[in-house]
């Protein structure tokens, strides 16, 4: 994590011991990050162009909206 994702080494541990405590950690990670890929693949499709800083900040103009709410046009 630390290498990959440049997260602190504090921040690091406590991800990891609370995968380690809760069985239903891990997935809820690949259930978040496989919404987040379904939405990137719309707006490529809509937006062919655009360039994934143009996608990101689509999705952070949007605000704090469950990923169901993100709608592409």
């Known amino acids: 994590m630390q290498k990959q994702t440049f997260q602190e080494a504090e921040e690091a541990t406590e991800k990891l011991q609370r995968a380690k405590l809760s069985?239903?950690?891990?997935?809820?990670?690949?259930?978040?990050w496989s919404g987040w890929q379904r939405v990137r693949e719309q707006y490529q499709r809509k937006h062919p162009s655009s360039s994934q800083s143009g996608f990101n900040d689509w999705a952070l103009k949007q605000g704090a909206v469950p990923l169901p709410a993100l709608t592409v046009c």
């Open 23 to 32: 069985s239903c950690q891990l997935p809820m990670y690949f259930v978040g």
